[in-house]
Structures are given as C-alpha cells and as structure tokens.
C-alpha cells in the first residue's frame, strides 16, 4: 500500500488497514504480518499504534 506524501496523516493508511485486518478476519485469518523499512518511521508508528509487534530485525552496512 502507498499513500501519496500529501495526503499521509490523514486516516488513509489507518483505513486501510483497517480494512485490510477485517478482510483476513472475513477470510479466516489468525494472524497478519507485514514488512517495513526501518527507515521509515511514520509507517512503523501507525503499525505499532494499530498493536502490530517487531518480530525480526535485519541490519545492513554499505561496503564502498
């Protein structure tokens, strides 16, 4: 899912995950997982506001 950089903050992304969670429910889910840059802190902030739990860390250096 992308939502454009002007309309972030303004529910979207919370809506359709939302949605997203029911639908799995609906469809006899028991879990729901998903990835996330560590980077991207916005995301990672509304996945932890929606109960969603770090489960694994990947570390990376660039060699130049």
């Known amino acids: 899912m992308v939502i454009d950089a002007d309309q972030r903050g303004q529910g979207f992304g919370r809506a359709a995950m939302v949605l997203g969670e029911e ?10 997982g998903l990835s996330v840059f560590g980077f991207n802190t916005g995301a990672r902030g509304l996945y932890e506001s ?15």
């Open 23 to 32: 639908y799995a429910r609906a469809q006899g889910a028991h879990t729901l």
């Open 50 to 64: 929606l109960g969603y739990e770090t489960t694994s860390v990947k570390l990376h250096k660039r060699l130049d």
